[in-house]
């Protein structure tokens, strides 16, 4: 059983940054596909951004393209969102989730993706 659990949410003013965590349970964390979506009230839950297994390919949705850094660590089971020039449009619970084993290709689909964290709120006050 994969357990992954999100940290590093809160409260910040329109501008500023954060970081979220993921910590992965499990041995084989560093063959899957990891990637950040977010839902926020009333509205569907949506990609964010994903990483390959081994970090070298990258994606992003178009609204936080430039802003947002995705990586990961997997001597540490860890994946990261680092958001930056935040907006009161980012506000949203945002999870992270287990994608394909060894697959070069990042699904922005939910379905795409086994596992799922408890998720973690972010606010962006204007």
């Known amino acids: 059983q994969v357990q992954l659990v999100e940290t590093g949410g809160g409260l910040v003013q329109a501008g500023g940054s954060l970081r979220l965590s993921c910590a992965a349970s499990?041995?084989?964390?560093?063959?899957?596909?990891m990637g950040w979506f977010r839902q926020a009230p009333g509205k569907e839950r949506e990609f964010v951004a994903g990483?390959?297994?081994?970090?070298?390919?990258?994606s992003y949705a178009d609204s936080v393209q430039g802003r947002f850094l995705i990586s990961r660590d997997n001597a540490k089971n860890t994946v990261y969102l680092q958001m930056n020039s935040l907006k009161p449009e980012d506000t949203a619970v945002y999870y992270c989730a287990r994608g394909p084993r060894y697959s070069t290709v990042l699904p922005t689909t939910g379905t795409s993706y086994d596992y799922w964290g408890q998720g973690t709120q972010v606010t962006v006050s204007s």
């Open positions: 499990g041995r084989t964390f560093s063959s899957y596909a």
């Open positions: 990483i390959t297994w081994s970090g070298g390919r990258t």
